[in-house]
Each structure stands twice: as structure tokens, then as C-alpha cells.
């Protein structure tokens, strides 16, 4: 079947959590948008992250919730490959 690569989620009302259903579906994203998702959780990202499987190289996070931020280098040493990008500064 075709293999989903990029998923532009922005501007929506999702929190990350409870997609686990969508691991078959999101395991070989390489691109991954969820800036200006106000409602986006530090639990909800860490669950997308481990849907998403190791072939992600870039994270838009731009506008979310500035809690995420806290989850940067975690982020970051757990996942060398990836860029998270912050297209605007956080606003809340």
C-alpha cells in the first residue's frame, strides 16, 4: 500500500494523544506539521513521536504551547536525524 510521508496537522485541535490506532498508518512519516495546535500536550507529542517511528527528519512545532519546548533536547538526543523547526516564536 502507499506509505503516508508528510501530514500537515496545524492549525487543528489535536492534543497527539490516544492516536495510537494510526501506528500502521504513521510509521514511515518523514514530515510531520503541528504548528499553531494550541491544545497539542508534552504527553500527546510523546505519543505522536513513537507512532511516527524512526524515518522523521522534520517536526514543525511552530505556535504550540510553550510547555513543549520542555521537551526539545529529549527530543533531540533521543532522535539525532531530527529537525524541529520553529517558524514563529511560541505565543502562550
Do not use: H, M, W
Not at 494510526?22 to 495546535?37: I, M, W
Not at 508534552?42 to 519546548?69: D, H, K, M, N, V
Amino acid at each position: 500500500g502507499t506509505e503516508l510521508k508528510s501530514l500537515d496537522l496545524s492549525y487543528t485541535q489535536i492534543t497527539g494523544e490516544g492516536l495510537s490506532v494510526l501506528q500502521d498508518k504513521l510509521n514511515k512519516l518523514e514530515t510531520l506539521d503541528l504548528s499553531y495546535c494550541n491544545r497539542l500536550s508534552c504527553q500527546g507529542l510523546t505519543e505522536l513521536l513513537q507512532i511516527c517511528g524512526t524515518g522523521l527528519i522534520s517536526l514543525e512545532l511552530g505556535f504550540t504551547p510553550a510547555s513543549i519546548r520542555t521537551l526539545e533536547k529529549e527530543i533531540q538526543l533521543s532522535r539525532p536525524n531530527l529537525s524541529i523547526l520553529y517558524s514563529f516564536e511560541n505565543i502562550f
